[in-house]
């Protein structure tokens, strides 16, 4: 199943915020769908759970939620520190207030809202195998704060509503967006219930270090670091980390991938650009994911996270066809 609807695109640009995320790319691959399987709908908000304050402090801490929810001005200045948009100056980057149609309100909003679509992706996967949100993957956001462009962290919040529904136990978090998967680690460091895998750069992030050297670095579960010229061997050092994760923590309720297209090396974003998979070698990436869990009988729901530029739909779309060719997309 794909879970879709444009009004959970965020629209950056439409805030004023000038990062390289193309505000169709969901859309785009929406559309390509449902020219091969007309019976694609979007899916019906109004079906959708709401995601109580409640869901969110499971996850979040209420010191957050209240400057989130709070005044407009404490909401200005979280979603200016996750998105980055003033600098150590205090100046404007990534941001032009004159572009800005929108309230900040309204991005809160579509946020939650997306945080719902994955809620619903998630808990169609667990009942039926497999399910794709073209949305969603804020990975970076912590229990204390948003981070790197996620505001709040729908994965997290998914896992523990559907902990507290009865409806799972254990579950995985893996990411394969290039960047450091540092949110699911922070939040769930006490809880043997998740597991977190990520795979991402050696180098970049955060603070531009990956590594254990830099003190924002939040250890997975099991963590796969690519250097830079290591591109050749990313399919096989991923399948020995899953491998590694599941020989540790084996048969869990749920897989949450956190997709992410930009290790495409074809991708905009520059801090990005230290892994550089081909298109055939990202398929490859998909592919072998779907067919990992699949051989292990794990329901798996998948999210965007990343990916940046005018061809990062194109990775999406390459994936889903495989999984139609492969079973057949369900009408809801």
């Known amino acids: 199943m794909i879970f879709y609807h444009p009004d959970c695109d965020l629209r950056f640009s439409e805030y004023g915020i000038e990062i390289p995320i193309v505000d169709d790319r969901a859309s ?7 020219f091969l399987y007309p019976f694609l709908q979007y899916t019906n908000l109004k079906s959708l759970d709401k995601i109580s304050r409640a869901d969110l402090e499971r996850v979040h801490t209420k010191d957050f939620m209240h400057r989130l929810f709070g005044t407009a ?8 520190r996750c998105y980055e948009l003033v600098n150590s100056d205090g100046q404007f980057e990534r941001f032009n ?7 900040w309100k309204e991005l809160l909003d579509t946020i939650l809202l997306q ?35 996620c505001l709040v962290n729908d994965m997290a919040i998914t896992l523990r509503k559907m902990q507290a529904d009865g409806l799972i136990k254990t579950a995985w978090i893996v990411d394969v967006d290039v960047h450091k998967g540092d949110g699911a680690p922070e939040i769930f460091k006490n809880d043997s219930s998740i597991k977190t895998f990520s795979i991402h750069m ?16 939040i250890p997975s579960t099991v963590d796969v670091g690519i250097d830079v010229g290591e591109d050749d061997q990313y399919l096989a050092r991923l399948e020995a980390g899953l491998l590694e994760l599941d020989e540790s923590a084996p048969n869990p309720d749920l897989v949450i991938v956190v997709n992410g297209a930009d290790p495409y ?15 055939e070698q990202m398929l490859n990436r998909d592919k072998f994911l779907y067919q990992f869990f699949k051989s292990r009988n794990i329901p798996q729901s998948y999210v965007m996270a990343g990916g940046y530029g005018e061809k990062s739909w194109e990775i999406y779309l390459q994936f889903l066809k495989f999984v139609g060719e492969n079973t057949s997309f369900q009408k809801k």
């Open 73 to 80: 001005l404490e909401r200005q200045e979280e979603i200016y």
């Open 265 to 279: 090396e074809l991708d905009e974003l520059p801090s990005a650009s230290f892994i550089n998979l081909t298109k």
């Open 115 to 149: 945080v719902s679509m994955t809620n619903a992706s998630s808990m169609y996967a667990l009942k039926n195998g497999f399910s794709y949100y073209l949305g969603g993957g804020m990975h970076h956001a912590m229990s204390f704060a948003g981070r790197g462009f």
């Open 28 to 34: 785009h691959v929406f559309s390509a769908l449902q």
């Open 97 to 103: 207030p004159k572009n800005q149609k929108r309230d």
């Open 202 to 217: 050696k180098e970049g992030w955060p603070l531009n270090s990956g590594t254990v050297r830099d003190p924002w670095f």
